[in-house]
């Protein structure tokens, strides 16, 4: 049998044979080392004798063997040093990175491009995607299936509904990212339109507005009235966050410097902002008048300071304040609901004023031209109308 002679092995002999090394031909080998047995490709390359791993027997068998060994050859024909070429594309081919470190990863790449507006949103999606996502952080991004979300969503679905979107959101964006970078192909399995929806049904508006109402106005002045009653900063922030129908991260982010007490206006910066643009909120009496109570007992920079030191005020705590006030089964974000109805029915406000009074963006050229000018004074009318309505003076 001459030294060129291939494919001399069968599996058969290779399971009969208790030898040390094997030969196949053409260079192949399956030795034997401690408890295993391997192939081996030999080859010379530049006049140097050189060995090649191709793996064990028990993950490559005979046939697969060959065909390494046969890929192999063609490169040193070529003139190209196989294990050299195998280093270069190990190199080249992206490092197997879990779906936790790459979020991770992309986030501290957010972070460091400044692509965020404040340490706010980077918690978010920090606790988005290190507690939310935890049952996947440990799977491959391209591992990572439809019936993944599904799983991850549904604990969450219809019963904290915005936490559930936000979590598909990120995860769609890390994903999407990951796929760019060579970790993943095919379909996105975080996507909504024509994936997602099809088996996670949207609660429809109508369904969870009866989750979470809106205080009907005719009920806000009593309400209102019960509010003042109650002790503590987290009612105080809620009385203003009525007045002013503002969100709640607004109030309770509120730092003394927004503030303009002769001109009676707020600004509340872009940054802290939903919608990332500047939002001037003009001051009725009673809200300056709420507002110079809080200053008389200011602490720190923070207009309602929670009771850890330097802390805002929770989320939660202005709900409390709520519940304490009679007003358990409506929302805090609700209660711009309230304004808006009233807005409409009772103070017959013009549509695009009361979207700007909610720094909602709006629609058509001539809307967008109020809020450019933001209409300012006429806001200021229908915010005093309102806190009127509310808290009329001598009560």
């Known amino acids: 049998m001459g030294s060129h002679t291939k494919n001399v092995l069968t599996v058969k002999a290779i399971a009969a044979s208790k030898a040390a090394k094997l030969r196949d031909g053409g260079g192949l080998y399956l030795v034997t080392k401690g408890d295993g047995r391997y192939w081996i490709f030999n080859y010379s390359h530049a006049g140097r004798r050189r060995e090649m791993g191709l793996g064990p027997l028990h993950t490559v068998g005979l046939a697969a063997a060959r065909d390494k060994a046969d890929a192999a050859r063609a490169l040193v024909r070529q003139g190209i040093d196989p294990v050299a070429e195998r280093k270069s ?70 019963s904290k509904q915005e936490t559930a979107e936000k979590l598909r959101e990120a995860v769609e964006r890390v994903l999407d990212a990951a796929k760019v970078e060579g970790h993943r192909t095919g379909d996105n399995p975080a996507r909504w339109k024509g994936n ?90 009673q809200a300056i008048e709420l507002l110079g109570a809080m200053k008389k007992q200011s602490v720190n920079a923070l207009v309602f300071p929670g009771v850890r030191d330097g802390k ?19 929302t805090v974000h609700g209660m711009r609901s309230t304004f808006r109805d009233w807005a409409t029915d009772a103070a017959h406000a013009p549509r695009e004023i009361a979207e700007a009074a909610l720094a909602h963006a709006v629609g058509d050229a001539v809307e967008r031209s109020y809020a450019r000018s933001d209409a300012l004074e006429r806001r200021r009318d229908l915010m005093q109308q309102w806190a009127d309505f509310l808290l009329p003076h001598g009560h």
């Open 89 to 158: 594309a190990q190199a080249a081919a992206p490092k197997k990175i879990t779906f936790g470190e790459y979020a991770d990863a992309f986030i501290d790449a957010a972070v460091k491009a400044g692509r965020w507006r404040g340490a706010k949103t980077e918690a978010r999606w920090r606790n988005l995607l290190e507690n939310h996502a935890a049952p996947i952080r440990n799977k491959l991004p391209a591992d990572i299936t439809n019936a993944d979300l599904v799983q991850l969503l549904k604990p969450l679905w219809g």
């Open 312 to 330: 805002q005020l929770s989320d939660a705590s202005l709900g409390k304040a709520l519940v304490t006030a009679g007003g358990g089964e409506f």
């Open 196 to 285: 997602l929806e099809f088996v996670m049904h949207k609660p429809d508006e109508l369904t969870s507005r009866t989750h979470h109402p809106a205080m009907p106005h005719s009920q806000a002045p009593d309400f209102m009235k019960a509010l003042k009653a109650v002790p503590g900063v987290s009612s105080k922030a809620l009385e203003l966050a009525v007045l002013t129908a503002c969100r709640s991260g607004e109030v309770r982010g509120a730092v003394w410097q927004e503030f303009d007490f002769a001109k009676k206006i707020w600004v509340v910066p872009a940054i802290r902002m939903k919608g990332g643009k500047e939002h001037r909120v003009p001051l009725s009496e």
